[in-house]
């Protein structure tokens, strides 16, 4: 099952990010497998929030993905939605 996973950050907490980045994307390589598209939201070039695309068999799966992630102890992660997605349409056709 597909999930869109939304981000909102922090601003408070911004700072975190540079330090904690490195270890965020190697958590992300590790995760390949479920985490199938990941990357930040901007608002104004600005940090704002992040997007993941995860395939997961339930909600229950990603939230301890999410959780897992070393942005999420820092506090930089304000809030998430984690949102079942079903893919109608991708590269100019219809899937169904």
């Given at each position: 099952m597909l999930f869109a996973v939304l981000f909102?950050?922090?601003?408070?907490?911004a700072g975190e990010r540079p330090r904690l980045m490195p270890a965020?994307?190697?958590f992300l390589e590790a995760n390949g497998?479920?985490?199938?598209?990941?990357?930040?939201?901007?608002?104004?070039?600005?940090?704002?929030?992040g997007l993941w695309l995860v395939e997961a068999p339930d909600?229950?799966?990603v939230r301890?993905?999410?959780e897992a992630d070393p942005f999420?102890?820092?506090?930089?992660?304000q809030a998430v939605r984690i949102l079942a997605w079903?893919?109608?349409f991708a590269e100019g056709r219809r899937l169904i």
């Open positions: 909102t950050d922090d601003p408070a907490r965020h994307l190697a497998t479920a985490v199938r598209a990941a990357g930040p939201l901007l608002d104004d070039e600005a940090g704002a929030g909600a229950a799966a301890r993905l999410v999420w102890p820092s506090g930089l992660r079903r893919q109608v």
